[in-house]
T-cell receptor
């Protein structure tokens, strides 16, 4: 079945550590997105990519980095520069503005 | 810029009650409008969509009509079930690739 797979489901980060969240899709979608979800704030866009080897900053890109070396993969790195990384992270992909965006199951990141 | 405003939750209802969640938006151009649902600990799933003015989206007993004159896309269901307990997000896109702007989400709790 086609879909988006995020891993791991739970992730713990120590202070000063970089961690990478995985996102893989087999839907053949060109566009992929990373969102951050905090309680009561909806989803905020971190980064997005509409084509391989190209990506754009979203509304809250500071402290994060991404790569898009393959169409299927869009990993997100939470760097030590992100001062408040504890959140639920969601990856999504889409075809165009009139179609459904597909979401992964999310990764819950906690700073310990 | 684009923005989505939806009513604050939690909304608590008894089973078989009528549900309305208000959603209004501001957008440049002609947005496509969506309602997504999130069950605890999961990603988002598309509930319904409307891509032009006066379109009505419907799914699983939920309905919403794209009202350009009032810039609204209110979600309704005539008789809710306990299984409808979730967080509901109103969203829009004006981007050709489908980059979404979300409201803050409304938690709905349905009691037996």
């Amino acid at each position: 079945d086609g879909g988006i797979t995020q891993s791991p489901k739970y992730l713990f980060r120590k202070e000063g550590q970089n961690v990478t969240l995985s996102c893989e899709q087999n839907l053949n979608h060109d566009a992929m997105y990373w969102y951050r979800q905090d309680p009561g704030q909806g989803l905020r866009l971190i980064y997005y990519s509409q084509i391989v080897n190209d990506f754009q900053k979203g509304d809250i890109a500071e402290g994060y980095s991404v790569s898009r070396e393959k169409k299927e993969s869009f990993p997100l790195t939470v760097t030590s520069a992100q001062k408040n990384p504890t959140a639920f992270y969601l990856c999504a992909s889409n075809v165009n503005k009139n179609t459904e965006a597909f979401f992964g199951q999310g990764t819950r990141l906690t700073v310990v | 810029g684009n923005s989505v405003t939806q009513m604050e939750g939690p909304v608590t209802l008894s089973e078989e009650a009528f549900l309305t969640i208000n959603c209004t938006y501001t957008a440049t151009g002609y947005p496509s409008l969506f309602w997504y649902v999130q069950y605890p600990g999961e990603g988002l799933q598309l509930l319904l969509k409307a891509t032009k003015a006066d379109d009505k989206g419907s799914n699983k007993g939920f309905e919403a009509t794209y009202r350009k004159e009032t810039t609204s896309f209110h979600l309704e269901k005539g008789s809710v079930q306990v299984s409808d307990s979730a967080v509901y997000f109103c969203a829009l896109t004006t981007d050709s690739w489908g980059k979404l702007q979300f409201g803050a989400g409304t938690q709905v709790v349905v009691t037996p």
